[in-house]
């Protein structure tokens, strides 16, 4: 299907937002790019598993998010360039150096560009408008701060970074707690807020509440300005109790509640109008709705790019119906 023959939702679609972390908000943000027309589409994304490797600033998230809007991203991982080679970690590994975060040689032209251009004073929202206009990505994407916010995991091993926890020691670590080094002084940048303020839609996409929906939370004015938007929609990340991808339902599990769809709307009612469930999950429906809160039950399993079409027309299609 053509945009054109994807008939846009019943009501017109003005401004959309999407709330994205990694691997399965960029999954859901792809899907949105191919029915929201561009200059209509805002992706505003997570930077709390940002971290500095080899003095290059790496933005995982971001870089999840606009190589795959930008049609490049490696389809296996979800995240890195597709057909990417790993030369030059394979030569620092030569000298003994660990590789456990895999940087591929045309990966690391975004992190050498993206620190260099950090180094002379541009912001990260800048830099972000340049990386993704220059790949060809449509849609706006908005990390949620220029300032310093980093994910730190209260684990059994004690407190670790989030990189080392998701990726060096494989999300394994039973984690206690969770907090955000920075909470109180980062903000929210200007075109974040006003793109919340301006947004007909917003969607939380399915990404992982605890570590990469709740930093954007966080920031200050950000909930207050979901609380006053129209239509805000959740999808949730949780289908029959697990998560799809990573380790949303062992971090849930380990920090005493239940892993379910319902877990996750109950951390949104203060603003969701709107919650979008796996069939799978229909049974779990009368639990969740509630007065002012809507359940759309769907597929919400992407794997094909119609998947990801189909799931980002219903999403629509339901916030613009609430
Ligand atoms: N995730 C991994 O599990 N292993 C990796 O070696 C790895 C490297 C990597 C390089 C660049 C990048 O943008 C993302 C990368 N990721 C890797 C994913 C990263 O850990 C993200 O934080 C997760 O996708 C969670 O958002």
Redesign the pocket.
């Known amino acids: 299907m053509t945009k054109s023959q994807i008939p846009n939702p019943k009501s017109q679609i003005g401004h959309c937002v999407a709330l994205a ?3 399965g ?1 960029a999954k859901l943000a792809y899907g949105l790019a191919q029915v929201v027309p561009a200059e209509r589409l805002t992706i505003i994304v ?1 930077t709390a ?1 940002d971290f500095e490797l080899f003095g290059l600033r ?7 998010v606009m ?1 795959t809007l930008a049609g490049i991203a490696n389809p296996e ?4 360039v597709a057909g990417d080679s790993f030369e030059t970690l394979a030569a620092i590994g030569r000298y003994g150096q660990d590789t ?5 040689d045309r ?1 690391l032209a ?2 050498i560009l993206r620190t260099h251009l950090l180094r002379q004073g541009r912001t990260l929202t800048v830099v972000t408008e340049r990386l993704s206009r220059a790949l060809g990505v449509g849609p706006r994407l908005l990390p949620m701060t220029n300032d310093w916010l980093a994910t730190i995991v209260e684990t059994d091993e004690g407190d670790l970074e ?2 080392d926890y ?2 060096r020691r ?1 999300w394994q670590p039973v984690v206690r707690g969770i907090r955000f080094a920075g909470v109180g002084t980062a903000r929210p940048t200007p075109e974040v807020l006003a793109a919340l303020e301006a947004a007909h839609i917003i969607i939380l996409c399915p ?2 509440p605890l ?2 929906i709740d930093p954007i939370l966080v920031l200050p004015g950000v909930r207050e300005q979901l609380k006053a938007a129209p239509r805000v929609v959740a999808v949730s990340p949780i289908v029959g109790g697990q998560a799809l ?2 380790p949303s339902a062992k971090m849930l599990v380990e920090l005493g509640v239940e892993a379910s769809a319902h877990t996750v709307a109950a951390r949104y009612t203060d603003f969701l109008k709107g919650f979008v469930l796996d069939q799978v999950d229909a049974a779990e429906e009368a639990r969740i709705a509630q007065p002012g809160l809507h359940v759309l039950v769907t597929n919400t399993i992407m794997q094909s790019a119609a998947d990801k079409m189909m799931l980002a027309r219903h999403v629509l299609e339901f916030a613009a119906s609430l």
């Open positions: 972390g990694g691997v908000g997570n598993d790496i933005s995982p998230d971001l870089d999840t190589y991982t979800g995240w890195g456990w975060f895999r940087l591929g990966d975004t992190h989030f990189q998701f990726v494989r990404s992982n570590v990469s991808k990573g």
